[in-house]
């Protein structure tokens, strides 16, 4: 076929679908991969202790961190948003009424995101002081239920009655999420049940096919675009009841959202033109592809295959070296750079996850390198190494976090490139987020599909799991990625069968187990009899390969680590918080230096605490050759992650 005919037959399947939208009546694609429950995997080691920096810190003490915004405002209650509310304190510094009167539902995404993370971070470490805290919160949330099931934070005068911007399914999905976690761990059938009876009012109240729930007259409509991430909820309660009309409820939401008036990426006829970039609030365009993965899952739809495999290409030109995808905190158009363009915190946990649901879908082992690359090296390294803070914004290579990107000072109320536990003058939501992109990361580590146990995000971690009703413990034992060897360690009173698939980490050159074993696909596949107290040895051989930007700079990885060399820094302690001993610090080098790439090669240096790496770059101001060390980014703070070519 011709270029000329080619492009003519997808205009014409483009205009068709504009006109009649997106079939419905197409086979649903079955998930390959479906989530354990969060009580049967557990952290240890470093993972461990992140979890724990995170629940003594903001985390577990965001609500006390910012009582107006969490504890103050009982917006699914008795605060519950009505004609009369004009303005409220929703933490973004503004005396502009009209701006503040739009972003009226932001303390439910606060609120709920906050509670999200706060409870699977409590569950996967078992700590039963914050577990009970979050059981009287829940009954108290189950307690706002309307008799017709409503859930939200609306009075009956404005509940599914807007043509503007709001927050209606927003503040649902945030608040479902939280609780399906806690009915995950819990299994209170009162809470399912609640859930059941929120997603039910909504398909009651916004018929399919019969009404507009992404109606606006203002193209730019956050919290009402934010609502398109429904379809997490109805994805997870299909899942548990098998009940299509969840799953035929995904594709109705899409296609209204695709066939309004919005300024959003993820509206279908975007997507399909290769020619049209991303321009969106980051967190918007990253969350929406789980949407777009969820309606062609549900549907088969041709036409969303080829929409979803357009996204992934476009995300594909702003994804930076960190794994991270850029929006500070729009897109822009812009494409990935490590100095000019960072990303928010908010859009690092949207992507991940994204990931995951693609994972689960397609079982396709390059999204878990991706979501390894991502959380390894842009998620860690946007948070502090040893206090419990993020930036809000971030970039792969950070010379200054002083407020401004890169020490730039021409916008005052810029504030974001900087380490806070709460961030407030820019929005709570960033750190509610932080909160959840380690427990979210764990909670995939495993899954299991009959007799074959796959161990996909790895690190240290253990899983329980029952095979023809004899339990088994597996024990991952390793400070993964730091460490080049993983010891799974069986426990079972009953010898069983089974296949211990583990995927194969990107960069390794060669493998050597103590068993016998099958790689094939991306997966080193282990099928024995297992005895109690077997212990499989993976030792992974990795050499430093060297990549470049779409810039032509170089970058360095040492498996699915990037490494940077670490800037010294001046800190600054700007403000302290009574609660938990947390504070607000920003960071100033000391030295200037830009590096530049001579050809030389990367060298892992022996230690016996750390993981560090040695090599010789060429100053780029005095054009002196010097030695220069590179760690993982993950464990920096002000960094050069990537080097333009020496002349």
Not at 304 to 318: A, E, H, R, S, Y
């Amino acid at each position: 076929m011709s270029t000329r005919i080619f492009k003519y037959s997808l205009y014409l399947f483009m205009f068709f679908i504009s006109i009649n939208g997106i079939s419905q009546s197409s086979k649903p694609i079955p998930e390959l991969q479906k989530k354990l429950s969060i009580n049967q995997i557990a952290p240890k080691g470093w993972l461990k202790e992140k979890l724990r920096q995170n629940l003594n810190g903001f985390t577990g003490h965001l609500d006390e961190l910012e009582p107006t915004l969490i504890q103050d405002d009982d917006i699914y209650g008795k605060d519950r948003l009505s004609k009369k509310v004009q303005h409220k304190n929703v933490g973004a510094m503004s005396d502009a009424v009209e701006f503040q009167s739009q972003f009226l539902w932001w303390n439910s995404e606060t609120q709920s995101n906050w509670f999200d993370g706060y409870i699977r971070t409590a569950v996967l470490l078992h700590d039963s002081i914050h577990l009970k805290k979050i059981s009287t919160k829940i009954n108290y949330l189950l307690s706002t239920q309307d008799a017709d099931g409503y859930l939200g934070i609306y009075d009956k005068e404005l509940r599914y009655n807007f043509n503007d911007e709001n927050g209606e399914l927003w503040s649902k999905t945030t608040l479902c999420r939280a609780l399906l976690a806690w009915y995950d761990y819990s299994k209170d059938n009162r809470v399912l049940n609640a859930v059941l009876r929120c997603a039910d009012n909504v398909i009651t109240n916004y018929p399919i096919n019969a009404s507009h729930p992404f109606a606006t007259k203002n193209p730019y409509a956050g919290g009402l675009t934010h609502g398109l991430a429904f379809t997490d909820v109805l994805e997870q309660l299909y899942v548990i009841t098998k009940d299509h009309k969840y799953l035929d409820y995904i594709p109705f939401l899409y296609n209204d959202f695709s066939k309004q008036n919005l300024n959003e990426d993820a509206q279908q006829f975007k997507l399909m033109k290769a020619s049209v970039p991303l321009m969106g609030h980051s967190v918007h365009t990253y969350e929406h592809l789980r949407t777009v993965a969820a309606a062609y899952q549900a549907t088969g739809d041709a036409s969303l295959k080829l929409t979803l495999d357009g996204f992934l290409q476009k995300i594909n030109q702003v994804t930076t070296a960190s794994g991270a995808a850029i929006g500070d905190e729009f897109i822009g158009g812009r494409k990935a750079d490590a100095t000019n363009a960072g990303y928010e915190y908010c859009s690092l946990l949207e992507l991940m996850d994204a990931y995951i649901s693609l994972y689960k879908k397609t079982n396709d082992p390059n999204y878990a390198n991706k979501i390894e690359k991502l959380f390894f090296n842009a998620a860690l390294g946007a948070s502090h190494p040893t206090e419990s803070s993020i930036c809000y914004l971030k970039t792969d290579n950070s010379y200054a976090l002083e407020g401004g990107k890169n020490g730039d000072q021409s916008d005052k109320n810029q504030t974001r490139y900087r380490y806070s536990p709460v961030h407030k003058e820019a929005a709570v939501c960033c750190v509610p987020n932080a909160g959840k992109i380690v427990a979210s990361y764990v909670e995939n580590m495993w899954f299991q599909n009959g007799n074959n146990v796959l161990a996909l995000l790895l690190g240290p971690s253990e899983l329980k799991f029952n095979l023809k009703g004899n339990p088994i413990t597996i024990k991952e034992i390793t400070s993964y990625p730091y460490s080049n060897k993983i010891s799974f360690k069986i426990t079972n009173k009953k010898s069983e069968r089974f296949s211990l698939i583990i995927k194969k980490p990107e960069g390794v050159e060669k493998l050597i187990l103590n068993m016998p074993y099958e790689e094939k696909g991306g997966y080193i596949q282990v099928n024995r009899i297992w005895k109690n107290d077997d212990e499989l040895i993976v030792q992974m051989d990795m050499i430093v390969q060297s990549h470049h930007t779409a810039q032509g700079e170089q970058y360095f990885m040492y498996g699915p680590l990037v490494l940077a060399h670490p800037i010294d820094a001046k800190q600054q302690i700007t403000k302290n918080y009574s609660v938990a001993g947390l504070k607000e610090m920003t960071y100033t080098a000391f030295d200037k230096s830009i590096y530049l790439y001579t050809g030389m090669p990367v060298t892992k240096m022996e230690s016996l605490n750390d993981i560090r790496f040695s090599t010789t770059m060429k100053e780029s101001t005095t054009g002196k050759i010097v030695p220069l060390e590179l760690i993982p980014m993950g464990k920096t703070i002000l960094r050069q992650t990537t080097f333009k070519k020496a002349d």
